[in-house]
C-alpha cells in the first residue's frame, strides 16, 4: 500500500433537518427529515418505497480532521476503554464516510422523507443503497444488477 490514489466524489443530495439535536447514532434515533436528491438523479429513485428501509452513505462533513496519532483507537461514549477506530462508529475517521439505515416515509419526487437520522442538516448524501436482510432477493446477487 505504498500507492497514493485520490478518490473524488459528488454529492448525490443533502440532508434537510429541523432536528436541533442528533441521536449518536441511527439505531436509536426518531429523529424525522427529508432526503433532497439531485434532479438528475430521480429515475433511480424509482423503487423505493415508503415502508421500507434504505442505507443511506454520507460525509461526515462538520467533523474534525482525522490524526493518526490521536484517533486510531478512541473511547466511545458507552465505553470505558478505547477501541480501534474500526469498530466504533466515531465521525472522526481516516475517511470521513457515515452509514445510516433510515425508514422511508414518503417519497415526493427527488424528495425522500426519512426516520432515523443521526445526520446534521445539509450533510452530504453519497449513496442509497437497498436495505436488505438475511437472504432476501438482492438483483446484484445474481449479477442483473
Not at 66 to 72: A, E, G, I, K, S
Not at 100 to 120: A, N, P, Y
Request: aromatic share 6%.
Amino acid at each position: 500500500m505504498n500507492e497514493t490514489m485520490t478518490i473524488t466524489m459528488q454529492p448525490i443530495g443533502v440532508v434537510n433537518t429541523d432536528a436541533t439535536e442528533i441521536p449518536r447514532h441511527w439505531s436509536v434515533s426518531d429523529v424525522q427529515g427529508r432526503l433532497e436528491i439531485d434532479p438528475q438523479y430521480a429515475a433511480g429513485l424509482s423503487d423505493i418505497q415508503p415502508g421500507s428501509k434504505i442505507v443511506v452513505l454520507f460525509c461526515f462533513h462538520k467533523s474534525p480532521a482525522f490524526d493518526p496519532v490521536r484517533h486510531l483507537r478512541q473511547t466511545p461514549p458507552h465505553r470505558e476503554g478505547p477501541l480501534g477506530v474500526f469498530s466504533i462508529c466515531s465521525p472522526r475517521r481516516p475517511n470521513p464516510i457515515g452509514l445510516s439505515v433510515l425508514d422511508v416515509l414518503e417519497i415526493q419526487g427527488t424528495v425522500i422523507h426519512v426516520r432515523g437520522l443521526d445526520m446534521l442538516d445539509g450533510t452530504p448524501i453519497l449513496d442509497i443503497k437497498p436495505y436488505i436482510e438475511g437472504r432476501q432477493d438482492c438483483p446484484s446477487y445474481t449479477g442483473d444488477g
